[in-house]
């Protein structure tokens, strides 16, 4: 049986990109900002686990239900590419072991997937630059009739679709080209 429940995923940055809803439907795109200027590492993080506890809140009879579950891309564990530095790699590794950590201690089931296998599935290519991939993941979105305020919300969109692809495929809408190009005609 497909799974039917609420499914948030996170493309967790100082600006985190958010998606949720239920397979099937329209997910809800939108941004966080996390990090604001000035910040020091805890105060970040603590807007983070703040933000989490409040949206598992708000769906507390989906938590206590086992009908949300909560999508990440998996952290770079190696090595810092692109424009990624020390100061970013820090942030976005503390902010994915708030978010996950608080999730799982609150009996949520966390998946984490590698970027590669997300866009692979929703654009064709694993392979894609970030700003390349971003913005192909916006039009996609675009195509399907989701409108993501931003890229990263757009990244969101990619991996939550990447999420109902996998617990719900009849429900996931089709993300091939020519049906894209089609739908958006």
């Known amino acids: 049986m497909a799974y039917t429940g609420i499914i948030l995923a996170l493309d967790l940055a100082s600006n985190t990109g958010v998606a949720e809803g239920r397979p099937g439907s329209t997910p809800r795109l939108y941004d966080k900002r996390l990090r604001q200027e000035g910040d020091d590492y805890e105060d970040t993080w603590g807007r983070a686990i703040g933000w989490i506890a409040d949206r598992l809140y708000a769906e507390r009879d989906a938590v206590a239900s086992g009908d949300l579950r909560v999508v990440v891309e998996a952290p770079i564990m190696t090595g810092m590419g692109g424009n990624t530095n020390a ?26 997937v ?72």
């Open 114 to 185: 590698a970027v590669s296998t997300v866009r692979a599935a929703f654009l064709g290519n694993g392979r894609l630059d970030g700003d390349t991939a971003k913005r192909r993941a916006r039009d996609t979105c675009r195509a399907l009739g989701w409108n993501p305020p931003s890229l990263d919300a757009a990244d969101a969109g990619a991996l939550w679709w990447w999420a109902c692809s996998q617990w719900a495929p009849d429900l996931a809408p089709p993300v091939h080209p020519f049906l894209l190009k089609r739908g958006a005609a």
């Open 87 to 112: 100061d970013s790699l820090l942030v976005t590794k503390g902010l994915w072991s708030c978010c996950t950590g608080f999730a799982r201690a609150r009996g949520v089931m966390v998946r984490r």
